[in-house]
Nanobody, 124 residues
Framework: QVQLVESGGGSVQTGGSLRLSCVVS????????MGWFRQAPGKERAWVSS???????TYADSVKGRFTISRDNAKNTLYLQMNSLKPEDTAMYYC??????????????????WGQGTQVTVSS
């Protein structure tokens, strides 16, 4: 059973930075496409960024140029470096995994495995 555990959330002011981490266990991490999603209160879960097994990345327009996704296969860990944070980035952030190695997936329905989430709050 694949398990994902996020950490690194917190409260920051506008313009601040945070780095989220997601540790994966239970299977060979390197074969998974990984993604970050976020969900604000009263809104649907939204895709943020994805990375495939060879390190190709893609971003939602709302975070492009501010967020960076990366993975360390030796540590079974996914990261999301978030810079220049804005109040509209406030949400619960989730990492997700799918055993489709070369794909860059964007839909929540494409990912069968999810973490429990970590809260990010950005104040103005």
């Amino acid at each position: 059973q694949v398990q994902l555990v996020e950490s690194g959330g917190g409260s920051v002011q506008t313009g601040g930075s945070l780095r989220l981490s997601c540790v994966v266990s239970g299977d060979t991490y390197s074969k998974y496409c990984m993604g970050w999603f976020r969900q604000a209160p009263g809104k649907e879960r939204a895709w943020v960024s994805s990375i495939n097994t060879v390190g190709t990345t893609t971003y939602a327009d709302s975070v492009k140029g501010r967020f960076t996704i990366s993975r360390d296969n030796a540590k079974n860990t996914l990261y999301l470096q978030m810079n220049s944070l804005k109040p509209e980035d406030t949400a619960m952030y989730y990492c997700a995994a799918a055993s489709r190695p070369y794909y860059l997936l964007r839909s929540p329905s494409d990912f069968p495995y999810w973490g429990q989430g970590t809260q990010v709050t950005v104040s103005s």
